[in-house]
T-cell receptor, first 109, second 117 residues
Framework: GQNIDQPTEMTATEGAIVQINCTYQ??????LFWYQQHAGEAPTFLSY??LDGLEEKGRFSSFLSRSKGYSYLLLKELQMKDSASYLC??????????WGAGTKLIIKP | GAVVSQHPSWVICKSGTSVKIECRSL??????MFWYRQFPKQSLMLMAT?????????EQGVEKDKFLINHASLTLSTLTVTSAHPEDSSFYIC?????????????FGPGTRLTVL
């Protein structure tokens, strides 16, 4: 079956760095997405990886290894506003999105 | 975990026809369901919020007469794209809200790819 795994919850300190991992097993691969979702709001797009390697975008970076079925989202210089859920989603060979359950990130002062 | 399904996964239709997409929460009751549209490699765009037994709330810029939403039961919401045109071709995703608080989890469906010829 198809499966996306990511930790349920993580806690980090303001100003620090946190890495949220995502592992996947899907039938085919057409890209991996990371979304940020604040409570009660729609998700917002953070990154899209389809090739192996690191994509950097400001304080946020996303890494992909297709051979390992693994991705991570790296958040640097954490701010209180980064407290949110982070969703990993993989597009399979049928261009369907397989969603992870999301990682709730708690930032402490 | 909670499961949300969408049907159909793919649909190709001629311009001018109407297409209905179903969103079902399979193992929980969802008082609120959301409909999104996704542009390639970009963010999900919220189209409307669907509450069971009441009219949907549409986001600014979304035509309610074109995108008809019905939330007939606690496990089913439907989106009908009326008189579809090629510019309506997109990836439509629903999500179901589990729980009563805004902080409770949304579970996303796999999406429906609509191609209008």
């Amino acid at each position: 079956g198809q499966n996306i795994d990511q930790p349920t919850e993580m806690t980090a300190t303001e100003g620090a760095i946190v890495q949220i991992n995502c592992t996947y097993q899907t039938s085919g691969f057409n890209g991996l997405f990371w979304y940020q979702q604040h409570a009660g709001e729609a998700p917002t797009f953070l990154s899209y990886n389809v090739l192996d390697g690191l994509e950097e975008k400001g304080r946020f970076s996303s890494f992909l290894s297709r051979s390992k079925g693994y991705s991570y989202l790296l958040l640097k210089e954490l701010q209180m506003k980064d407290s949110a859920s982070y969703l990993c989603a993989v597009m399979d060979s049928n261009y369907q999105l397989i969603w992870g359950a999301g990682t709730k990130l708690i930032i402490k002062p | 975990g909670a499961v949300v399904s969408q049907h159909p996964s793919w649909v190709i239709c001629k311009s001018g026809t109407s297409v209905k997409i179903e969103c079902r929460s399979l193992d929980f009751q969802a008082t609120t369901m959301f409909w999104y549209r996704q542009f390639p490699k970009q963010s999900l765009m919220l189209m409307a919020t669907s509450n069971e037994g009441s009219k949907a709330t549409y986001e600014q810029g979304v035509e309610k007469d074109k995108f008809l939403i019905n939330h007939a039961s606690l496990t089913l919401s439907t989106l009908t794209v009326t008189s579809a045109h090629p510019e309506d071709s997109s990836f439509y995703i629903c999500s179901a809200h589990r729980g009563l608080a805004d902080t409770d989890t949304q579970y996303f469906g796999p999406g429906t790819r609509l191609t209008v010829l």
